[in-house]
């Protein structure tokens, strides 16, 4: 009669208390976590910035493509100085000036990748006012065309051509890479934070579990059912447990200050976090990952643009060894008058042509040592991609096989805690009626909260290998579609 009565008491009492969540309580989950973290996080902050400061470098760039318009001019040019004026005789006077010599002129250009050379043209009109003879002097240029045209030079127009789209995809990936980053470096904060909560729940569980106990055999022992090394033993698990919820408590309050501080939760609110669950209908192969990520990485883009710009230095290295030379040639009309409309009625033809050279006679060799330096680094550049592309594969193989192994650790380890838990909940009634040692009870305590233990760092490993597995190939295997982020 008194086992039954002592076995009803302690199942009454119950192994642990439910969850109660007040209003002062936030309640979330790991993809709610990793949402904020992407939205209000340093990092998240960080990561567009990076993505606005690229979008404007494309800019800039796709400017050098399109006309130009500027309008230059000076505006007044009033002067009112001494100034030495050379006489025929070869001697100097210093000659009072008083004038204004104002101009304004409207530019236009446009570059030519093909070729690299460049189109511009030109309207001009100067107005000179002498104020010590009073009289007003106009000249100007109505339009004028020219062209511009390197010969046997580097043409970084083109090449930039082919490197900047490259570059500019290259920044879109990784800003998609930077937010996949988070979501690993959410997930430890989450897990660690989970973590702490579940010794938490242990710690306490145990203490009031312990204390249950100890009653309950200190009334063995009046019975003299016990001995006192048992009330003793006893007293020692309570201490244990007391110091176990102390420790818990002040780990959940750093993991909680640090998961606040990453995804930037401001408030007092208490956090709860829900346990996930694992994705069980998710498949990965390996060549899809393979094809994903060498389809979205910007490692992959990298690849290509590395080669680019490494055959863009030897023909840079080329171009600028050698004959080198300039073409320019402009038409146009120009004039003088004594009043403005007069510039523009019947204005003089003009032309130029002019073809500059550079021929180097003797440099000692610099031209072909830089072209050479070139060539080599061409070939390093190609070696250290195909070395850095099997590393890629290799990463993402390892991936693979880590993330599988994960999923099934995580079935061993979930099937592990309810074993322990049901073999934790029969050594308590067996000690309650009096058939099991306290030794045994401990070993029974130690291996059902090292069970549950194992199962959430079984859940760490499996997230932080799914999202890596998602940084790696930019993709998402549970929608079975490619990550974008506007």
Known sequence: ?????????????????????????????????????????????????????????????????????????????????????????????????HNDNSSLTMNFKQSIAATGGTIYGTTQLQRFADFDRHNVLYNGIPYGLGYTQPLLQFNSLKWDKKIEPLKFNESKQAYIEAQEKISITVTEYFFDLLLAQVNLSIAETNLENTQRILTIANTKFELGKIAKNEILQLQLEQLNAQKAVGTAKRDMEIATLNLRSYIGIEGEDRIVLDMPTAVKQMTVATEKVLEEAFANRSDAIAFVRRIAEAKRDVAKAKGENGLTATLRANLGFSNAANNAFDVYRSPKSQQSVQLQLSVPILDWGRSKSRSKTAEANEKFTTYAVEQDKQTFKQQIVTQVTLFNMMKEQLQLTSEAEKIAAEKYKIASERYVLGNLSITDLSIAFQENDRAKRDYVSSLKDFWGAYYQLRYLSLYDFEKNQKITYE
Request: proline letters at 6%.
């Open 1 to 97: 009669m008194m086992k039954t009565l002592l076995l009803a008491l302690f199942l009454a009492a119950g192994f642990s208390a439910a969850a109660f969540t007040g209003p002062d309580t936030l309640r979330l989950s790991l993809p709610q976590v990793v949402e904020m973290a992407k939205n209000n996080s340093i990092a998240a902050k960080q990561a567009i910035t990076v993505k606005e400061t690229k979008y404007w470098e494309w800019r800039t760039f796709k400017s050098n493509y399109q006309p130009q318009l500027a309008l230059e001019g000076i505006l007044p040019g009033y002067n009112k100085s001494y100034t030495q004026v050379l006489q025929p005789n070869g001697t100097i006077l210093f000659q009072p000036v």
